[in-house]
């Protein structure tokens, strides 16, 4: 089973978490705030889970193997455009937000190397070297062992930003490390702590999580791949792994946010020295990861347009799949060029469709299919459909103000 709960995990853990600390940063500036944060990131994360879980039974009820199959076999084949839009806009999402990091990163890399490169320079300069080369790739499959680096990468980044959290290399914002880096970046404690978290701007943390937590769109991949895959055993790996998960982003946006408080930008490494070599590894380390896991995550989403579509897998010639990826990838760039703000990307996201795909449409599938088994469900599945539909109304609440909050960061 651990081979599943890692994949899992890593699919789970992603670049998501390193905007985190300006999800706290939204709603407090003290060290404090970091309390009531992790507990919402428990909850959110802990509400996350229960949704896989109920999209891979789901799978077990109607014999769906997919996200759209799984709506089809429970709503109706009608409507099935909608889960399938969804995922598509939100895999866009994903690798809009993996440009952004790269095209931050790697000007920071230029930078340590004593390279004065802008981000938009080497954005595009890495996109048509690197990333468009590996995008037009027929097969992937040798791309596929680099996506294990990303937990390595992240695991190590976790651990770098708890040492310097401790060590105090950027606790006086007037000497050291801090002062090789812009005045807003530099650490910004005050006084909104804990109390904090009742602002509403605490809902940009709370849609940031709903796509940290995407992974929702592979439950039912994950569910068909699990050996054995009793109930019960498919609730423990779901279970441990969003555990797993959820104690990452409490590491990470704790230790973050501590080190920098209200100055806790979009893309946390943004703030760290790139004179700090241990922060360097770190972004080696994720730059490492995202260029080897971009091309995977942008097959998804030119094949979901496709599918769209409904071009026949034998009209997708060579010539059509490439000139799609040169639209794409160009589209994607020149947003990634114009929004700087990742923690935006991500609270916008998560408010919009991060929520539809965790919250409601799991409870409107499990309501429908708990409706079609008529007799045959159990008190226990009628039961549920409540407890679902709640949490598929309290998706819509933070979705709504979470959305005005995100968009509100743009004036």
């Keep these: 089973m651990s081979n599943e709960m890692f994949n899992m995990v890593k699919a789970v853990v992603g670049v998501g978490v390193l905007s985190l600390p300006a999800g706290i940063a939204a709603f407090g500036d003290a060290p404090s705030a970091a309390i009531p944060a992790s507990i919402l990131i428990a909850t959110i994360g802990a509400i996350a889970a229960y949704n896989f879980s109920l999209i891979g039974r789901l799978c077990a009820i109607t014999g769906a193997t997919s996200y759209r199959g799984a709506w089809e076999k429970s709503v109706g084949p009608s409507t099935a455009w909608i889960p399938a839009v969804s995922c598509v806009v939100k895999t866009f999402f994903a690798i809009l937000a993996y440009s952004m990091v790269l095209g931050d990163t790697f000007s920071a890399l230029f930078t340590t190397i004593g390279m004065n490169v802008s981000r938009q320079t080497s954005l595009i300069g890495l996109t048509l070297v690197v990333l468009l080369p590996l995008c037009l790739l027929k097969n992937l499959s040798s791309l596929a062992p680099f996506s294990l680096a990303g937990i390595a990468g992240m695991l190590y980044t976790a651990v770098a930003m708890a040492i310097r959290y401790f060590d105090g290399s950027y606790s006086d914002p007037t000497s050291g490390f801090a002062l090789d880096v812009a005045e807003s970046l530099r650490p910004a404690i005050g006084t909104k702590g804990a109390s904090a978290v009742f602002s ?212």
């Excluded at 380390?285 to 091309?295: E, I, K, M």
């Excluded at 060579?318 to 000139?323: F, I, M, P, R, Y």
Aim: aromatic share 12%; hydrophobic share 50%.
């Design 200 to 411: 509403s701007n605490a809902f940009i943390l709370i849609c940031m999580l709903s796509t940290a937590y995407m992974a929702h769109f592979n439950a039912p991949k994950f569910y068909l791949e699990l050996k054995d895959n009793t109930i019960a055993r498919w609730n423990t790996v779901v279970a441990t792994s969003f555990s797993l998960g959820i104690a990452f982003f409490i590491g990470i946006a704790a230790m973050g946010f501590a080190t920098f408080g209200g100055a806790s930008n979009g893309l946390i490494l943004n703030n760290y020295s790139t004179k700090d070599t241990l922060m360097g590894f770190s972004r080696v380390a994720v730059a490492f990861s995202l260029v080897f896991t971009y091309p995977l995550a942008f097959v998804g989403c030119r094949d979901g347009i496709l599918e769209m579509l409904q071009v026949p897998k034998e009209e997708r010639t060579d010539a059509k799949l490439n000139n799609l990826t040169y639209a794409i990838l160009g589209f994607v760039t020149a947003v990634a060029l114009k929004i700087t703000d990742l923690s935006f990307i991500m609270s916008f996201g998560g408010a919009t469709l991060g929520n539809a795909l965790i919250y409601v449409y799991p409870a409107i599938m499990f309501r429908s299919a708990v409706k079609n088994m008529g007799d045959d469900a159990t008190t226990a599945q009628k039961l549920e459909v409540y407890l679902a539909t709640t949490f598929a109304a309290l998706g819509i609440g933070m979705g709504s103000v979470g959305t005005k909050m995100a968009l509100g960061k743009l004036k």
